[in-house]
């Protein structure tokens, strides 16, 4: 098994026809592949990236710590293949590297950041990275072992944040097809998550968490009470499954979810369910600063649907765009600042296999 330590950064090309939809995306295949038998005697090659600068510095002691267990358990029927991120967007090069190689899995070691990276790894240009070996017919699945500041798509599992537990799930080597959410802009490039993209003032509060991750889940409270200064509530135009475009007022923010959890717990889409097809879009319209406070329990369990001006509705796509024109709207997922407005949003039914 090659190591995947130094990948080559390629270039997304930018291309309009090759924007992925629900139509041309591969059937939704929601039943959990078998375990290897008992007589398939070859070894899994499975690649681990690793942010060791995540959770300020702690995923790397952690890995450090955990990777004798890993080895015994694993070490007789896998190949295993550690490596180690470098700065941002390195986890997607070497993803991008293994499912070339064949590698029967990329398991990304770390929080929502390095499985967000691991997860674009997957795709390049619109379309899933191929494997170049014609001898290869198994498909590269995705694993995680959450040892990072925030494990909200690992609460969507309801897994908890065991590592011992996740190597359970690898050794076993179950798997289920899993959506994943694109976005494109306007440069046309494309964007892939697993867990939540968000809009407006969340968005904002996201980008200045990530000013604070050294002070760990604190960092999202900081983030969100400097996002409030400033914020006014905006005007969006939104077009859902190509349908027409309506007016939504004073949006204070809007949240799509593929998965349930984002911001250290916080369950802001409920229903959503990255086995549904669908995303649960939230939106949250006209909220002043003291109604975060009233309802951020409800926010956290799941029971803010209920609230005057919060509405849900289910989509498989979605266009958004400002009504001023200003071009500030703020536009981030699974933690990641993606930039402003306008943007589309589009769902790709089971794209990827992961291990459960």
């Not at 795709?123 to 590269?140: A, I, L, R």
């Not at 599992?157 to 959506?179: C, F, T």
Request: proline letters at 5%.
């Amino acid at each position: 098994m090659a190591y995947y330590g130094i990948a080559m950064l390629l270039p997304v090309p930018k291309s309009s026809s090759l924007f992925l939809t629900p139509q041309n995306s591969m059937a939704p295949d929601f039943s959990a592949a078998p375990a290897r038998s008992a007589t398939d005697s070859r070894r899994r090659d499975l690649v681990f990236v690793v942010n060791p600068k995540g959770a300020n510095g702690r995923t790397g002691k952690d890995w450090k710590n955990l990777l004798p267990y890993l080895r015994s358990r694993l070490g007789n029927d896998c190949n295993i293949s550690e490596s180690f991120t470098s700065g941002p967007c390195h986890a997607i090069d070497i993803t991008r590297e293994a499912i070339r190689q064949g590698a029967d899995a990329v398991i990304a070691v770390g929080g929502d950041g390095t499985l967000h990276e691991v997860t674009n790894g997957f795709f390049w240009g619109g379309k899933p990275v191929p494997c170049e070996d014609p001898e290869v017919s198994h498909t590269t699945a995705l694993g995680l072992i959450p040892l990072g500041t925030g494990s909200d798509f690992a609460r969507t599992l309801n897994w908890k944040n065991n590592p011992e537990d996740a190597i359970e799930r690898i050794a076993k080597g179950q798997r289920s097809r899993i959506d994943i959410g694109v976005i494109r802009g306007e440069d046309g490039e494309y964007h892939y998550f697993n867990n939540v993209a968000d809009i407006h003032l969340t968005a904002k509060a996201g980008y200045y968490a990530s000013k604070y991750k050294r002070f760990g889940n604190l960092c999202y409270v900081i983030g969100a009470l400097q996002a409030f200064f400033g914020h006014q509530n905006q005007d969006l135009k939104i077009k859902v499954n190509e349908g027409e475009w309506e007016v939504y007022s004073q949006v204070t923010a809007l949240c799509i979810g593929n998965a349930k959890f984002f911001g250290g717990g916080m369950k802001i889409t409920p229903n959503a369910d990255p086995r549904s097809g669908n995303f649960e879009v939230v939106t949250l319209q006209d909220f002043k600063w003291y109604h975060f406070i009233r309802y951020l329990h409800r926010l956290y369990n799941g029971t803010h649907l209920s609230v005057k001006n919060v509405s849900s509705v289910s989509a498989q796509t979605l266009e958004i765009e400002e009504v001023s024109g200003n071009s500030n709207i703020y536009v981030q997922s699974d933690g990641e600042f993606l930039g402003f407005l306008p943007r589309k949003f589009c769902i790709l039914p089971a794209s990827i296999e992961m291990i459960i």
